[in-house]
């Protein structure tokens, strides 16, 4: 079982940084008002970018330093290595 950490860009422009074991069916939750309380007043959401991981741990790891970024520092993530080729 893989696991993912992602970055979601919200309908007001802010940034939702999360982890999932089933990326595609964590995006489907968000924007149908299931996801994260943060996201679901800010709906639509879509992926800009993400990472893939072996392991949970490896996953919340990467939410955790990812979500300690600022704002310049995560958009030049998601410009730098944005994996979005996901079929949202």
Same mark, same amino acid.
């Given at each position: 079982?893989?696991? %993912? =950490? %992602? ?6 422009? =802010?940034?939702? =940084?999360?982890?999932?074991?089933? $990326? /595609?069916?964590? $995006?489907?939750? #968000?924007? /149908?008002?299931?996801?994260?309380? %943060?996201t679901?007043?800010? +709906?639509?959401? #879509? $992926?800009? %970018? !993400?990472? &893939? !991981?072996?392991?949970? *741990? /490896?996953? +919340? ?7 300690? $970024? &600022? ?5 030049? +993530?998601?410009?730098?290595? &944005? *994996?979005? &080729?996901?079929? /949202?």
């Amino acid at each position: 079982m893989g696991a %993912y =950490t %992602y970055i979601l860009e919200c309908a007001d422009g =802010t940034l939702y =940084t999360g982890w999932t074991n089933d $990326l /595609e069916k964590r $995006l489907k939750a #968000h924007n /149908e008002g299931h996801g994260a309380k %943060y996201t679901r007043g800010r +709906l639509p959401v #879509h $992926l800009v %970018y !993400f990472e &893939s !991981f072996a392991t949970k *741990q /490896e996953a +919340l790891k990467r939410e955790a330093a990812i979500k300690k $970024l &600022s704002r310049p520092r995560k958009e030049a +993530l998601i410009d730098k290595g &944005s *994996q979005t &080729s996901y079929n /949202e």
